[in-house]
Each structure stands twice: as C-alpha cells, then as structure tokens.
C-alpha cells in the first residue's frame, strides 16, 4: 500500500509516523501512513488517493483540539500544511489557505487596520480548524467574520470543489456543517471591518492579559469541554443539585464555563496517570509529561461523571478523538 500511496503522492508519505509529533497535545500512537500536504492541490490529490485505495483518512492542521488513539490511525493522515495569506485593506477582507496561522491572521488584521478578530488574540491553531469548529471566546466566534468558504466534497470516493457562503456553512455553538458532515476545508475569506490600528491592538493586549497566566501553558488540547447553553431548566437543576445560583453574569452571556461547572466538583488538580485537571483553568486538561490517551479518556469520564452527578448538568467533549 505504501508504495501506491508514494505513487499518486511522492516519496513525502511516512509510514507509523508518530503522531503525538503532531498535535498541541503531545499524546497519539503510529499513523499507518502520513502525508503532510503544502498546498490546495496536494490536499485534493491526497484525498483522492485514498478514495481510490480504499483506505481511511483524516484530515487535520495545527494540532489543537484533537486527542489521537495511543493506538494511533490505521490509515492516512493528511497534515494540511498551505498556509499563504493575503490581505485587501481596500475590501476589508483576509483570504487564507486552511493551514493558515491563526495568530498570524490576528496580527495581520491589526497591522493593517482590520477590526473583528481582537478576540482571537492568543488562541492558537489554524484557521481551518478554527472554521471548522467555529472557535471562540469572550462572546465571540469564527462564523461571525466568515465571507466564503472553498471545501473539497467527498462523496463515493470522488471529491469536487465546493464554495459556500456564511448561511451555508450553518454555523452553530462550536459547530459547521463542515464538523457535522465532513468535508475539507481548503480556504478561508474573512470579512471584517476598518477600525484603528492602535485600538485595535490595545484590545488584543487586554485579551492576552486576560488570558496570561489564566490559560495553563503545559500540553493540552485546549478548552476540552463545551461550555453550556443558558436554559431555565438548566438554571433551575443547578439549584436544586448546589444549592447555589448560577452567577448573574453567565446568565447574561448565556453560556455556563464548563470550568466553572468543574469548579463546584473540586476537581481542579485531580490527575490520572499522567492526565491532570490545570489547577489554572479547570477546563484543560493538561499532559503532564508522559499522558497516555487512555489517562485523557479515564479522567474526563470522571470529570463527566461528577459534573452530572453533583452537578446535574451533561458535559460533552469540545476536543475530538481520533483513532478510538
């Protein structure tokens, strides 16, 4: 099969590529086969080859919000890995390849005057997964500055490119149509608006040092639970389960931290195996040097646990798994 592959790709297909190599995490066994794809077309003909072959693939960038198996993938993994961007200061408007920085979107937004994405200073990832999971923070997510989307569909082992607008792309809670029925997204064009280069820049500094020393620096996923939507019921079963009220302000956002829900179990500092809650953010979990996937998996079904039995409220996972 390795040779197949290196047919349709070249000689850049690995084979038990580690994958733990790869992701913010640090955790994942062998990738069977490993391709890293630097442009548009490279992605296509990957994606293409393995419709052919008949092999299972998944397709990631940065490495942020995935947990992969100890077991690691038995298929094809695609790093996507184009990253060219251009800004249109005149339009208001950042066109970027999926494997684009999005740190370095942040920043060429304020270089150039652009305001919208302040927000996402110091999130980390590509923009491609950021889309893809609609990211965000302090009331803010990526739907809201997406233009168009260029995706590759795949559909009885044929792909073909597709271009979607903002309502197309169904953009929910830290979900699209792209998380919920597949697809490849290939570029990105974001819409924002002229502001300040100064303001815009004072506002990012007061994200990071929001975020400075809140957000834990080991290993980790990122936020790994989905926060939780604000409901009369969910307000009144919190009640009746701490006998304490949900603070007013998370009412108002109308979301519930998923660490503030930890929080009232006192689990922050708990740790299995290598796996341990940041005693700086109860929503990271963090690899404290020799994490297995198996350590993730135990501890936040424990954390799921407690949190619907003390808490009475169902976490669901914002992180993705891969390989299980």
Known sequence: MIDKLREKLGEGVLENEALSRHCTFKIGGPARYFFIAKSKKEVRRAVEAVGDLGINFFVFSGGSNVLFSDDGFDGLVIKVNSSELTVYVMNCRIVADAGASLSKIVEAAMENGLTGLEWAAGIPGTVGGAV?????????????????????????????????????????????????????ILKVVLKLAPGDKNKIKEEMDKIFAARDGKIPTDSSAGSFFKNIEVTDEIVKIIKEHTHEDVPPDYIQKGKIPAAWLIGQCDLKGKQIGGAKISEKHANFIVNTGEATAADVIALSSLVKMKVRDEVGVQLEEEVEYVGF
Not at 169 to 181: D, L, P, Q, V
């Open 132 to 184: 893809r999971g609609n990211a965000g923070a302090y009331g803010h997510a990526m739907g809201e500055s997406v233009e168009e989307i260029e995706a590759l569909r795949i559909k009885n082992k044929k792909s073909r490119i597709k271009n979607y607008g903002k309502e197309d792309c169904k953009f929910g809670y830290r979900e699209s149509i792209f998380k919920r029925e597949g697809g490849v």
